[in-house]
């Protein structure tokens, strides 16, 4: 499980009037749904236990935690990518978009960004301020990993919701990922949540007849 060394660390080091931000993102494979990013300023005084990459946590342990770090976070957001801007921007460009809508709706306004992922210079002017990139930061930094479970838990809910919207697709238990949500398409063609711009059609004839 993750403390807060490395953000303590940036603090000191930068002379931090705000701690800085994690932002992580997800949903960036599924066939259907919304990218979602999340964006969160821990409080370097009440840091929740537990912290870990999402993917490595339960459903039951996520929710938990999300519970815990909206409630005791110094500030928190989530905000989304839709189909459309996907095929629009590309996935990578339409992550960082939702990004940085997330990070612009925190309060304070954090000076430094602490991604997950690989230093993108072509995008990263979309996240609005200065940012550091850690590979596989979700299971480095307790502000990414933070991030993390807002982002998967907030998309999560949102892939219930357009299961009933849609029935027939399993939204709800395959959140549009691996080969139930192919087959799916497949068996019932595209909704408009699915991302067009991915040739669907060509991904579900690797299925075969």
């Known amino acids: 499980m993750l403390d807060y060394s490395a953000e303590a660390a940036l603090i000191a080091e930068l002379e931090l009037s705000v701690p800085p931000a ?8 599924p066939v259907a749904g919304p990218v979602t990013a999340a964006a969160v300023i821990l409080d370097p005084e009440d840091v929740p236990a537990g912290l870990a990459d999402s993917k490595t946590l339960s459903a039951a ?17 989530v905000a989304s990518a839709c189909p459309g801007e996907i095929a629009r921007c590309n ?9 940085g809508r997330a990070l612009a709706a925190l309060e304070p306004r954090p000076a430094l960004a602490l991604v997950d992922g690989n230093r993108q ?22 502000s990414i990993a933070a991030a993390g ?14 299961d009933a919207l849609y029935p027939g697709y399993g939204f709800a238990a395959n959140k549009g990922y ?4 192919l087959e799916a398409l497949r068996r019932l063609g595209p909704t408009p949540i699915h991302r067009w711009s991915w040739a669907a059609v060509q991904q579900t004839e690797l299925l075969g007849d």
């Open 149 to 162: 479970i807002l982002a998967k838990v907030g998309r999560d809910e949102v892939m219930e919701r357009l």
């Open 22 to 29: 994690g932002v992580d993102e997800a949903g960036r494979g």
């Open 91 to 99: 996935i990578l460009g339409a992550a960082f978009n939702a990004m």
């Open 121 to 142: 210079e072509r995008h990263r002017e979309r996240l609005g301020v200065e940012a550091r990139f850690y590979i596989r930061g979700d299971g480095r930094l307790a």
């Open 178 to 181: 691996g080969r139930p949500a």
């Open 61 to 77: 342990r996520r929710g938990e935690l999300a519970a815990e770090i909206r409630r005791r976070s110094l500030a928190w957001a």
